[in-house]
Antibody, heavy 121, light 107 residues
Framework: EVQLVQSGAEVKKPGESLKISCKGS????????IVWVRQMPGKGLEWVGI????????RYGASFQGQVTISADKSISTAYLQWSSLKASDTAMYYC??????????????WGQGTLVTVSS | EIVMTQSPATLSVSPGERATLSCRAS??????LAWYQQKPGQPPRLLIY???TRATGIPARFSGSGSGTEFTLTISSLQSEDFAVYYC?????????FGPGTKLEIK
């Protein structure tokens, strides 16, 4: 079974750093891209960025460029989303998902269970 | 950058009736469009890709149609478990973009 399992909920203060993870299993991790999607409380889905775990080719949504860093460690089939200095506006649920093709122009399935990030002083 | 819109924002339908949800792209995305269902507290679930191909395990009451800039998701006979938020997503142009969603609620 293809599965993505994300790290647990986080509560942080503004200015702190954070790295959340997404571990893939049941498939060849380097063969498909991993996308990160943000969902702010009560809002819709926003595309954060995408990474090819095979060669670490990474692309970001315009709103997220310079604000987050996406990386992957193919040796442990895990992708990451990290912040160097969190803001209250980063409070959201973050999902990872896998592409269904070998290029980034794809629909996404499956999805991880989500990681809730809360940033509050 | 392609902008996706969905209508209506909220749709009230009775169980057993048909629901028709619309998605529009600001420029042609060919048939490179997917639909997702999201229930409270759950991640999105893929329903349709390629504008009209049902994902594995998706009931036949869900169908997608359209190409270019106009797309439709139809649920032929609503079941209680179908009341949720539905998002479309284009993957023809960079960056892939989601629509704002349609909330399907019980009438």
């Amino acid at each position: 079974e293809v599965q993505l399992v994300q790290s647990g909920a986080e509560v942080k203060k503004p200015g702190e750093s954070l790295k959340i993870s997404c571990k893939g299993s049941g498939y060849t991790f380097t063969s498909y891209w991993i996308v990160w999607v943000r969902q702010m409380p009560g809002k819709g889905l926003e595309w954060v960025g995408i990474i090819n775990p095979g060669d670490s080719d990474t692309r970001y949504g315009a709103s997220f460029q310079g604000q987050v860093t996406i990386s992957a460690d193919k040796s442990i089939s895990t992708a990451y989303l990290q912040w160097s200095s969190l803001k209250a506006s980063d409070t959201a649920m973050y999902y990872c998902a896998r592409t269904l093709t070998t290029d980034p122009y794809s629909w996404f399935d499956p999805w991880g269970q989500g990681t809730l990030v809360t940033v509050s002083s | 950058e392609i902008v996706m819109t969905q209508s209506p924002a909220t749709l009230s339908v009775s169980p057993g009736e048909r629901a028709t949800l619309s998605c529009r792209a600001s420029q042609s995305v060919s048939s490179n469009l997917a639909w997702y269902q999201q229930k409270p507290g759950q991640p999105p679930r893929l329903l349709i890709y390629g504008a009209s191909t049902r994902a594995t395990g998706i009931p036949a009451r869900f169908s997608g149609s359209g190409s270019g800039t106009e797309f439709t998701l139809t649920i032929s006979s609503l079941q209680s478990e179908d009341f949720a938020v539905y998002y479309c997503q284009q993957y023809n142009n960079w960056p892939p973009a989601f629509g704002p969603g349609t909330k399907l609620e019980i009438k």
